[in-house]
């Protein structure tokens, strides 16, 4: 059974970090591209960043210099550490896998907020 488990997400005042983790399981981790997405109300999804199997990674415009997206292949997991973050930041954050097949976690709220 595949399962893709987030947490870390919270309530943060601008300027602030978290780190988000998502662990993952039933399927071959390291063969898949791993990835965090965001959703707002109203909004469609919007990818966040990615990092392939081998550790390539990608970032939205949007998040560059402040988060960073990586990947420990020997605990299935992938990280997201979010800096500087701004009130426009908050959202639901997913965990996705994209192989084979893709699969999503069930998402995580972070809230940016004074």
């Known amino acids: 059974q595949v399962q893709l488990v987030e947490s870390g997400g919270g309530l943060v005042q601008p300027g602030g970090s978290l780190r988000l983790s998502c662990v993952a399981s039933?399927?071959?981790?390291?063969?898949?591209?791993m990835s965090w997405y965001r959703q707002g109300p109203g909004k469609q999804r919007e990818l966040v960043a990615a990092?392939?199997?081998?550790?390539?990674?990608s970032y939205a415009d949007s998040v560059k210099a402040r988060f960073t997206i990586s990947r420990d292949n020997a605990k299935n997991t992938v990280y997201l550490q979010m800096n500087n973050l701004k009130p426009e930041d908050t959202d639901v954050y997913y965990c996705?896998?994209?192989?084979?097949?893709?699969?999503w976690g069930q998402g995580t709220q972070v809230t940016v907020s004074s």
């Open positions: 996705g896998a994209n192989g084979l097949y893709t699969y």
């Open positions: 039933g399927f071959t981790f390291s063969s898949y591209a």
């Open positions: 990092v392939t199997g081998g550790g390539h990674t």
